[in-house]
């Protein structure tokens, strides 16, 4: 039972466009969700957090945002670029679990130039 | 900042042969997890520890497998005896104390049994 799902495997977008990367989570538990992102042989690295409170956060060119009644978050990256190209994903944490992390499947970004 | 080291990066071996994984974390991180990453899938955790102190093994198949935080730093990960379904990434991953939930991780081991 995969509680936190990332549908869509894979997406392409051209250098400049925005890239929207979404996640769906079944836990109502859940009460933080951060992006990773992750190169080819190399561990995953963090991208963007943001608590349950908030439906936004905002870092430079990445924004995510919380649907908490749709159970959905997203990741826009705006302007893309050729190096943002790597798997992204998303995980969520329980509120109280202290630190457990569960990890959708990622989605492979590719940016074209 | 030296990031999370793990050795080897690599590791072949045969079924039923053993296999061990090492991990450093960043320094002053008291917090440890060591993660499998099935291909296409997430990570999922298969240890937590707190300084030397296990405190979720939950998910760690405790027939075959084994880890240990001597000193509350570096730790190691043992398979022993590997089997087919076992080849993988593993990652070690590392947390200040600080209560944070971001979590840094290493470059992982790629194991392959054959």
């Known amino acids: 039972d995969q509680q936190v799902k990332q549908n869509s495997p894979s997406l392409s977008v051209q250098e400049g466009r925005i890239s929207i990367l979404n996640c769906d989570y079944t836990?109502?538990?859940?009460?933080?969700f951060l992006w990773y992102k992750k190169y080819p042989a190399e561990g995953p690295t963090f991208l963007i957090s943001?608590?349950?409170?908030?439906d936004k956060n905002e870092d430079g060119r990445f924004t995510v945002f919380l649907n908490k009644s749709a159970k959905h978050l997203s990741l826009h990256i705006v302007p893309s670029q050729p190096g943002d190209s790597a798997v992204y994903f998303c995980?969520?944490?329980?509120?109280?679990?202290?630190?457990?992390?569960?990890f959708g499947s990622g989605t492979q970004l590719t940016v074209l130039p | 900042e030296a990031g999370v080291v793990q050795s080897p990066r690599y590791k072949i071996i045969e079924k039923k042969q053993p296999v061990a994984f090492w991990c450093n974390p960043i320094?002053?991180?008291?917090?440890l997890y060591w993660y499998l990453q099935n291909l296409g899938q997430g990570p999922e955790l298969l240890i937590r520890?707190?300084?030397?102190?296990?405190?979720?093994d939950s998910q760690l198949p405790k027939d075959r497998f084994s880890a240990e935080r001597l000193k509350g730093v570096d730790s190691t990960l043992k398979i022993q005896p590997a089997e087919l379904g076992d080849s993988a990434v593993y990652l070690c991953?590392?947390?200040?104390?600080?209560?944070?939930?971001?979590?840094?991780f290493g470059p992982g081991t790629r194991l392959t049994v054959l």
């Open positions: 320094s002053g991180h008291n917090t």
């Open positions: 995980a969520a944490r329980i509120g109280g679990s202290a630190r457990q992390l569960t």
């Open positions: 520890y707190e300084n030397e102190e296990a405190v979720d």
């Open positions: 836990n109502s538990m859940f009460d933080y």
């Open positions: 943001i608590s349950s409170i908030k």
């Open positions: 991953a590392s947390s200040p104390d600080s209560g944070t939930d971001t979590q840094y």
